[in-house]
């Protein structure tokens, strides 16, 4: 009898290619999910911007978390983002009264995103600005940023993040566009490359 190795590498056969994924915008996001800040609050600010890839190119399938604290810079504590309707288990989305701070946001398919926050307050020490974390394909890991809002400059000019990054310090500040409006676009790398954040 002879037995053959299937095992060898000159007997197995080439798997399959698999579709890259995974896919963020498939379960993730949201009814509302930009929608952070309160219907008609006065201290209400837009975020907005692009994700682009290496070569400037938009990202159609990115994800993004954004979190900020409240205008005095208290951290909220209040659940709310995703509510369930206790009958059919959907979501019913934000109840439109409590700032949870937290906001989830898709691209669009020019890769565009904006979010519909609060104007953060300072806290320990830093000035003012909103948490970010981005996923989109290509990321094994997602990576951490920072959004700071122009507006006070002695407070941005004496933040120690922003110090330490030294020239790259504008692919952390927001553009404003006056209205409450700023404009913030995430390079996930080559020239103008947002500051990433790494946490131990």
Known sequence: ?????????????????HTVGPFYGHALPFRGSEE?????HPDTVTVHGHVLDGDGSPLPDALLELWGPR????VPRTDGSIRRDPATGGHL???????????????????????????PGARGGNAPYLSVCVFARGLLVHLFTRVYLPGDEAALA???????????????????EGAGVHRFDIRLQGEGETVFLEFQ
């Open 36 to 40: 952070i800040a309160p219907l008609g």
């Open 1 to 17: 009898m002879t037995v053959i190795d299937t095992n060898g590498p000159e007997r197995v056969l080439p798997t399959p290619s």
């Open 93 to 119: 989305g934000r109840n439109g009264v409590e700032f949870t701070g937290w906001g989830r946001i898709q691209t669009d398919a020019n890769g565009h995103w904006y979010a519909r926050t609060l104007r």
């Open 158 to 176: 004496a933040d120690p993040l922003l110090a330490r990054v030294g020239d790259r310090r504008d692919t952390l500040i927001a553009a404003d």
């Open 71 to 74: 205008p005095d810079g208290t």
